[in-house]
């Protein structure tokens, strides 16, 4: 016989009753008008930002990264800006305008400026900035180094670091895998100390070994080689049949996010077609990063939150949209915490396709296209009847990764960053084929876009714009560096001794890296900035470009935001009641 004391012996009957109220609870709907049992509710979540799936309603979002048509929250989670965003009317009040078109705020002016003229014949600009080599040589190299690097994509360490960079590189392969590596590397200076830059130290002898005269940048590390999980494709049909059997990534892109993440996209094989883009922390990959990034000497921190410990794949939504092989796409991060892909560009050769882009809201997935529908298409088409043959035709392509800048000097003290002096820059491409219709040449252009919804395009360069160092292919050698008044002294010179028709280029420059292409932009090393600021600069700081050259070799270029930034033209903003609105023609050359 049991007994209980005369304290329990309701026991077994109160459980009972708490078993039987819970069921009944939860197979009975409760009308939204009762609140639940919680004795203090959560406050609502701001719009826009950490909106549970639950507040979704109606809409349902897939929880796993599948290939089913994913449908767009209601269009108030789209961003997290709130009803405090303002813009600034013509008469200097603030106004309420969450979707008014881009203003030409006193702020821009600077990049409307053309301190330098273009090339009478390329029409390219000629920035007096040099393009320096890289190597993966690290000093007293242990072997001989045969493998060749190209496509590098670089982002500066932090200023407590004892070397300055990341860089990653492909390997030229025999095509049946792709390979690539990663180092630290620091930049040396040659010349006069007038050239150092804080915490660089002279070129050696066997620097200059490997970089060249110019000196340039180098791996203070062996390079190591980065290993990524392989991906299945979905299906690679017709000229792409052959991919499906390709291992490793390609075309990698390094760049840090928002939060100051070090991430790595990847372009390789898709859970949707054939390849698609994959995102990854690489702290998950290069050991050394973790506590570097958690070390400030400043600003105690474990470091910042990883959003891709592991391989995710990014999305295009609806599925309709998307094409068998996805490539060049580039993110960028507001203020607000969110991020958003840009996919593609303005292109008028293209009106359904055009400028688009979208926010990602977990896991790679993504809304549909957020570019506001009454937007003008803001790249130029160069006409068919162009007279000189080598400018024509061309595709746009978007080519590197995006950084947020502020529109004032680092070392000015009243500069403060604001929503409304911030912007978003990266670099296009115009690729021009030759009669072949294979590449003859990539033109760097620059565009700019608002950092705040609906994050209208605001430029584009005039001119593509050259290294001081850099030719373009399509033109002859008098033609290229007809822009620089010393050969032209010496080409004069060389045809009064020797004969117009001596041996070309007559005495002054030849050809040096025609055909390149910029990979990626960072903001330089040496900016005494916390990790969750590097992805921010101001126009007097410096960024660093990397380019791949002649697709078998690697270089860099190191130049002030102010000066890629020069000369743009203004974007003609969005129609209006069926016509244009003309705010921005004073700005167009």
């Known amino acids: ?81 709130g009803k405090d965003a303002h813009s600034k009317s013509s008469n200097g009040t603030f106004q309420e305008a969450l979707w008014s078109q881009p203003i030409l705020t006193p702020q821009l002016e600077v990049l409307w400026q053309c301190p330098l003229e273009a090339n009478r014949f390329t029409n390219h600009i000629r920035l007096p900035n040099i393009m320096q080599n890289i190597s993966q040589v690290p000093p007293r190299p242990v072997k001989l180094e045969t493998r060749v690097f190209w496509n590098p994509t670089i982002i500066a360490l932090p200023y407590w670091s004892e070397n300055q960079y990341l860089v990653v590189s492909r390997i030229v392969t025999d095509g049946n895998h792709q390979e690539n590596v990663i180092c630290e590397a620091n930049i040396c200076y040659t010349g006069s100390s007038d050239n150092i830059h804080p915490g660089e130290k002279p070129c050696t002898a066997e620097d200059h070994q490997y970089l060249g005269p110019s000196g340039g940048l180098r791996c203070a590390t062996p390079p190591e080689r980065l290993s990524v999980p392989p991906t299945p494709a979905e299906r690679c049909e017709g000229k792409f049949g052959t991919y499906v059997d390709i291992p490793g990534f390609h075309d990698p892109r390094i760049f840090y996010s928002g939060k100051g993440e070090p991430l790595m996209m990847v372009n390789t094989q898709s859970r949707y077609a054939c390849f698609g883009l994959w995102l990854i922390d690489l702290r998950s990959l290069y ?33 309709s949209t998307r094409s068998p092989i996805e490539k060049n796409w580039m993110l960028f991060y507001p203020e607000s915490g969110e991020t958003f892909i840009h996919y593609d560009i303005s292109n008028p050769q293209y009106p359904l396709r055009g400028r688009t882009f979208a926010k990602v809201i977990g896991d790679g997935l993504t809304t549909t296209n957020l570019t506001d529908p009454l937007e003008i298409p803001c790249i130029p088409d160069i006409p068919e009847n162009e007279p000189d043959e080598v400018k024509r035709g061309g595709t746009w392509h978007q080519a590197t990764n995006a950084l947020r800048l502020v529109l004032c000097d680092r070392s000015d003290t009243k500069c403060k960053r604001t929503q409304h002096n911030t912007v978003f820059f990266a670099i296009i491409h115009r690729k021009h084929p030759n009669f072949l219709h294979l590449p003859l040449r990539y033109e760097r252009y620059f565009i700019v876009w608002g950092a705040s919804p609906p994050y209208s395009m605001y430029g584009i360069s005039q001119h593509p714009i050259l290294m001081a160092n850099e030719t373009a292919s399509g033109w002859h050698m008098d033609e290229n560096w007809d822009d620089d008044p010393a050969n032209a002294a010496v080409v004069a010179e060389h045809k009064i001794l020797y004969g117009a028709n001596s041996t070309d280029p007559h005495g002054g420059k030849t050809y040096w890296a025609y055909f390149t292409y910029t990979v990626s932009i960072a903001w330089a090393w040496g ?63």
């Not at 012996?9 to 009753?17: Q, Y």
């Not at 700081?541 to 270029?557: N, R, S, W």
């Open 1 to 81: 016989m049991i007994f209980l004391p005369s304290s329990r012996r309701h026991l077994l009957s109160a459980v009972t009753i708490l078993a039987l109220i819970l069921i009944w609870r939860s197979s009975s709907k409760v009308p939204t008008s009762i609140s639940s049992l919680v004795l203090h509710q959560p406050k609502a979540p701001p719009i826009g930002i950490h909106v549970p799936l639950s507040d979704l309603k109606h809409q349902i979002l897939p929880l796993a990264n599948s290939s089913a048509n994913h449908l767009s929250p209601p269009s108030q989670y789209f961003y997290g800006w």
């Open 527 to 589: 900016r005494e900035v916390e990790v969750a600021d590097m992805n921010v600069g101001y126009l007097d700081d410096e960024v660093i470009l990397a380019i791949g050259i002649d697709d078998k070799a690697q270089g860099m270029a190191r130049v002030k935001a102010r000066d890629l930034l020069q000369c743009m033209r203004a974007c003609p903003g969005r129609e209006r009641f069926g016509g244009k609105e003309d705010q921005a023609s004073s700005r167009f050359g």
């Open 287 to 319: 050991n050394h990063l973790p506590s570097l990034l958690s070390s400030s000497p400043k600003h105690l921190s474990l470091g910042p939150l990883k959003s891709y410990p592991t391989l995710t794949e990014l999305t295009r939504n609806p599925p």
